[in-house]
C-alpha cells in the first residue's frame, strides 16, 4: 500500500473565551469576576490537497497565515472540524521537541513517555533508549529528573527521541538551526538523512531558498484558507506576490527571516527633513541586477503613498560602492499629508520602500549608520 496523505475540504474551528467586559474595565477583580464569552474562531477553512509517494510540500505563508495549525491536524492533534484527513503510512513530525515532558520523571522514563505518544512500541524504544542518550549527549544523566536539564539539554533530548526511528511521512515546522556547534552538525546530518529516506516531507517555515533546493510542491496559506498547490516556482511566485502587498511591517519581518525574498536589493534612507508643509526624504537604492529603481512609495500610519516623479540623482558615493559606471540611484522627494509628525516618531515609523512594479516591492530600507531626521 502506497504511502498517501490526503486533506479533503478541511476546516477547523477552535474556541475563543473573552471577558464580557468592555476593554476599558476588563482589569482587576471586577475582570476576573465578570465571567466570559466563548466564540469559535474560523483558523482554516477549507483546504484540500493530496501528497504522494516522492512528494516533498513547501508549507509557504505570512506569519498566522495557519501552517503549524495545519501541521498539527495532519498530524492528529487537533481533529479536523470538517472535512477528513487519511494518512497511510508511519508518520513523525517536528513540531515542538519538547512538547509532553514529564519535568518530575528521569531522562530515561521521558524517553519511554515520549516516544510512546509517537506511537513507538516499548521494545523499539528499548532498544533504541542507548542511542538517543548519546545522540542527546545525556547518558550520564539517564536517571536525572528532567527539570535538572538546561533548555538546551531538553531540546536535544526532544530532537534525539523525536527522530530516533525513520518514518514514512515527515511533518517539519521550520529547519533545526539552532543548538551549540558539535549537537548542530549532528542534528542537520540527522534530518538531512530523515528527510531524504522519508517517502512524503511536509515542511514549513520561511526560507524560500530551502524550499526551493529540497521541495518539488509548494502549498500557500493566506489567512487560513488555500491558495495554492501545485509545482514549487509557481508556489513562490505567488508567496511573494503576497509578501510584496502585506505591509511594510509584515515585508520587514519576512525579509529578516528571509533575506533572499526579494532578491538582491539595496539601499539606505540618510536624510528625513521636517517643513512646515512637507516631509523631505533623500537616500539610494538599486534593484536587483543594478537597475535603477521605478517604484518608490511610502508607508506611514498605516496609509500607504506611491510618490509620482521622484528625483533620481547620479551620485559618484554610490556608484563606486556599486561598482557601477554609470546610475541615478540616488532619490529626493516631498510628500505632504502625513499630519503632525516629530523627529523620533518618524525614525521609528516612516518606511521607504522600493521596487520595480507596486506589486513588487521589497522590505523598507533602514535609516543609513549617522542618518538625520531633523526639522526644518
Known amino acids: 500500500m502506497k504511502t498517501l496523505v490526503r486533506a479533503r475540504n478541511v476546516s477547523l474551528e477552535l474556541p475563543l473565551d473573552m471577558q464580557n467586559l468592555s476593554a476599558e474595565r476588563a482589569s482587576g477583580l471586577r475582570a476576573s469576576l465578570s465571567g466570559s464569552t466563548r466564540r469559535y474562531v474560523t483558523v482554516l477553512s477549507q483546504i484540500e490537497f493530496a501528497a504522494e509517494e516522492g512528494d516533498r510540500i513547501a508549507l509557504i505563508g505570512l506569519n498566522g497565515a495557519g501552517k503549524t495549525t495545519l ?27 519538547t512538547l509532553g515532558f514529564a519535568e518530575q520523571a528521569s531522562v530515561a522514563e521521558n524517553v519511554y513517555l515520549r516516544g510512546t505518544a509517537m506511537g513507538l512500541r516499548r521494545r523499539q524504544l528499548q532498544a533504541a533508549m542507548g542511542e538517543i542518550l ?13 527539570h535538572t536539564l538546561s533548555a538546551g539539554q531538553r531540546t536535544r533530548l526532544g530532537f534525539a527521541i523525536s527522530t530516533a526511528v525513520q518514518p514514512d511521512i515527515l511533518l517539519l515546522d521550520e529547519w533545526i538551526a539552532t543548538g551549540d556547534g558539535a549537537f548542530l552538525g549532528r542534528a542537520q546530518e540527522r534530518m538531512r538523512s530523515r528527510f531524504h529516506d522519508s517517502r512524503i516531507v ?12 529540497l521541495c518539488n510542491k509548494a502549498l500557500v496559506l493566506d489567512g487560513g484558507k488555500m491558495r495554492f498547490f501545485g509545482a514549487i516556482a509557481d508556489g513562490l511566485d505567488i508567496y511573494r506576490d503576497m509578501v510584496s502587498q502585506a505591509g511594510a511591517r509584515l515585508r520587514q519581518h519576512a525579509a529578516e527571516r528571509d533575506p533572499l525574498l526579494f532578491g538582491e536589493v539595496s539601499g539606505f534612507v540618510e536624510k528625513i527633513r521636517i517643513s512646515a508643509d512637507a516631509i523631505e526624504v533623500e537616500g539610494w537604492a538599486i534593484s536587483d541586477r543594478g537597475r535603477e529603481i521605478e517604484v518608490l512609495c511610502v508607508e506611514y500610519d498605516g496609509r500607504t503613498r506611491f510618490v509620482e516623479g521622484f528625483e533620481r540623482i547620479e551620485r559618484d558615493d554610490v556608484l563606486r560602492a556599486t561598482a557601477r559606471k554609470s546610475g541615478r540611484f540616488g532619490f529626493r522627494f516631498a510628500v505632504d499629508g502625513l499630519g503632525e509628525a516629530g523627529p523620533e516618531r518618524l525614525a521609528r515609523e516612516l518606511h521607504v520602500c522600493v521596487g520595480m512594479t ?14 538625520t531626521v531633523e526639522a526644518a
Not at 501541521?71 to 479536523?80: D, E, Q, T
Not at 548519546?134 to 528532567?146: K, P
Not at 511536509?202 to 533546493?213: E, F, N, Q, R
Open 134 to 146: 548519546d545522540f542527546a549527549g545525556l547518558r550520564d544523566r539517564a536517571s536525572h529528573r528532567l
Open 358 to 371: 507596486r506589486e513588487r516591492l521589497g522590505a523598507p530600507l533602514r535609516m543609513v549608520a549617522g542618518g
Open 71 to 97: 501541521l498539527r491536524v495532519l498530524n492528529g492533534a487537533f481533529a479536523p472540524t470538517r472535512g477528513t484527513v487519511e494518512t497511510r503510512g508511519r508518520m513523525q513530525s517536528l513540531l515542538s521537541p
Open 202 to 213: 511536509i515542511l514549513a517555515g520561511h526560507g524560500l531558498d530551502l524550499h526551493h533546493t
